[in-house]
């Protein structure tokens, strides 16, 4: 059983950055990780991932803006947001699951069993 706990998030201008950090209670050798966040009334859409190597892939909508990394030893992800646009206001959710990809401008996954709980971030114009 791997917990993921999340922190960072908060309400912030446009065009700032930020970053949201996600703890993993242990390492998981068969596990990616990644982001994805859910604006109200919308679907969850995929942000970012990256695999234990350190290959990471993103969404269209965030390249260029965010980045995702992770500290292995610490067992720790990072999405630090730059040049936020209130189109990113969402809960953010840190995930962890064997198969990530990219189809076209979409991060997915597949088989995620571990979620963080969340943290909202609000962007305002």
């Known amino acids: 059983q791997v917990q993921l706990v999340q922190s960072g998030g908060g309400s912030v201008q446009a065009g700032g950055s930020l970053r949201l950090s996600c703890v993993a209670s242990?390492?998981?050798?068969?596990?990616?990780m990644g982001w994805f966040r859910q604006a109200p009334g919308k679907e969850r859409e995929g942000v970012a991932a990256?695999?234990?190597?350190?290959?990471?892939i993103y969404a269209g909508f965030v390249t260029g803006r965010f980045t995702i990394s992770k500290d292995n030893d610490k067992n720790t992800l990072y999405l630090h947001m730059d040049g936020r646009e209130p189109e990113d206001t969402a809960m953010y959710y840190c995930?962890?699951?064997?198969?990530?990809?990219?189809?076209?401008?979409?991060?997915?996954?597949?088989?995620?069993?571990?979620w963080g709980q969340g943290t909202q971030v609000t962007v305002s114009s």
């Open positions: 995930a962890a699951g064997p198969r990530w990809y990219l189809l076209g401008q979409t991060v997915d996954a597949t088989d995620c069993a571990y």
């Open positions: 990256i695999d234990r190597p350190g290959k990471s």
């Open positions: 242990t390492s998981s050798e068969s596990n990616s």
